[in-house]
């Protein structure tokens, strides 16, 4: 029998702070509709300056560290476009702050929002050579565009973490895989800035081309189709974009697959929609999201994911839930998590935004009272990053 790995534990954080896109929309002199409808974004997720990549991700891989047996772990990657650092590792912090075994691989991933993608087919590798072992896979980032820009709406914040493993209790992930690659500048972020650059139209266009190259290449090799699917989840940079792609294919399906389809993928969006753009976690939220409100899934169903990192790579899989998977998920924690955050003003949106550490060597130190996680970052001294343990 072929070895089940996949995904057997998953972990949601994202800040405590939101603002309200209607708000917002009217704060920039624009139709609120253009954003709740026409983006499908109704609330942005804000991070406070202390919290980064490193936080965010430690606080998600939080939910479920101390449920598992950490003597296994023997990995642990994280996937980010939002590194802390050009040259260490923001996986190396993450083992410090969840105190994790030494005798572990820590290393980080980029290649734009693919980044998450990237690190957990690595695990799944990882674990198909070292069945007794197990590996954390972190997606986390920040994504900014700048106050008033034309990418300000697609900001937000947060991370997921998995646990890949061995008979895995949530979805196995298949060797199935279609992906392809190209040289392309549609989206990316020069070393002197924090906020992304992207040309929004060509971005589109080559999300689009790329989920129909990597959907074409599965179905020839595996000989699957649409009927085959309980749902598709899609990279959702925001939540119409992966709709944008799946329209393109559901006319070959029949008006029961296509109303299946429709009905998942709106449910895969819940999260995105209150949460924001998290880069390499995107596709993960969508995932959480979907198990966590779809109450038709069962066991068996095979879920495809489609992954795109802009510059670019688009990768096409599936996986089968598991029988318990209801069990090993915190649907109800999430979405309480949700309802409880702090809405800001447009004003105090603007005012964190700005707040973010500066590209500079001076000492700083953030404001303590500003996050709720188990882990922040606390500031800089003499050009050394703080964590700290709540």
């Known amino acids: 029998m072929t070895m089940k790995i996949g995904i057997d534990r998953l972990g949601l954080y994202s800040p405590n702070y939101y603002v309200d896109l209607a708000e917002l929309a009217v704060a920039r002199g624009v139709d609120p ?16 300056a202390a919290e980064d990549v490193v936080t965010m991700g430690a606080n998600a891989a939080s939910e479920f560290i101390d449920d598992i047996d950490k003597s296994q772990l023997g990995l642990v990657i994280l996937g980010t476009e939002t590194g802390i650092d050009s040259s260490k590792s923001g996986a190396v912090i993450i083992q410090r702050l969840l105190d994790l075994p030494r005798h572990v691989r820590t290393y980080e991933i980029k290649q734009a929002c693919y980044g998450g993608t990237a690190g957990l087919m690595t695990a799944r590798d990882y674990v198909a050579a070292h069945p007794d072992r197990t590996a954390l896979v972190i997606a986390a980032d920040i994504a900014r565009y700048g106050l008033a820009s034309g990418g300000e709406v697609t900001q937000g914040a947060g991370a997921v973490a998995m646990l890949i ?40 266009e080559k999300y689009i081309e790329f989920f129909q190259q990597a959907w074409a290449e599965y179905k020839r090799n595996t000989g699957l189709d649409l009927k085959d699917f309980a749902a598709i989840n899609c990279h959702l940079p925001y939540t119409k974009m992966g709709m944008k ?24 969006t819940n999260y995105s929609r209150r949460i924001g753009n998290i880069y390499t976690g995107s596709l993960y939220l969508a995932l959480l999201s979907l198990l966590e409100n779809a109450a038709t899934l069962t066991a068996g169903d095979r879920i495809g994911m489609f992954s795109y990192g802009s510059g670019a790579v688009g990768e096409f899989y599936s996986g089968y839930l598991q029988a318990d998977y209801r069990d090993y998920l915190n649907g109800a924690a999430h979405k309480a998590y949700l309802d409880q955050r702090v809405k800001l003003s447009v004003a105090d949106y603007e005012a964190m935004f700005n707040s973010k550490l500066p590209y500079a060597p001076d000492d700083v130190v953030t404001d303590a009272a500003l996050t709720t996680g188990k882990f922040r970052l606390a500031g800089v001294k003499d050009q050394e990053r703080q964590y700290v343990r709540l």
């Not at 509709?33 to 406070?48: L, M």
């Not at 799946?246 to 109303?259: C, G, S």
């Open 165 to 204: 493993s061995a008979n895995p209790h949530i979805m196995t992930v298949e060797d199935d895989s279609a992906f392809l690659s190209a040289d392309i500048m549609d989206f990316w972020r020069p070393v002197y800035t924090d906020l992304a650059l992207a040309k929004g139209k060509y971005s589109t």
């Open 245 to 268: 792609a799946l329209k393109t294919v559901l006319p070959d399906a029949d008006a029961a697959d296509q109303d299946r389809l429709n009905a998942n993928y709106a449910l895969s």
């Open 33 to 48: 509709n253009k954003f709740i409808i026409g983006i499908g974004q109704s609330e942005q997720a804000v991070p406070p």
